[in-house]
């Protein structure tokens, strides 16, 4: 685990860059290892996701629980 935050999201439609707390290519490694696949951008605090046409509730669902697996919740 390492601590990580979603500072914002951009973009619209099916293109979206979530704005790390940390480097997105730590982020992405992580995610990699729960079958997420995610890409970097020209900012280093971004981590791109592009999703499929096909995109279902449950691939959100994944993500969601991926990000949480790798950042716990802080209080």
């Not at 979603?6 to 480097?23: A, E, T």
């Not at 290519?25 to 290892?33: K, T």
Request: aromatic share 2%; with cysteine.
């Amino acid at each position: 685990f390492f601590p990580i935050s979603v500072k914002r999201i951009q973009g619209v439609g099916l293109l979206l860059g979530l704005v790390c707390s940390r480097p997105a290519i730590e982020v992405r490694d992580a995610l990699l290892e729960h079958d997420i696949l995610t890409g970097t951008s020209g900012d280093p605090d971004v981590l791109r996701i592009l999703a499929p046409l096909v995109l279902e509730s449950d691939h959100v669902d994944q993500l969601a629980l991926a990000l949480r697996n790798i950042a716990p919740a802080t209080d």
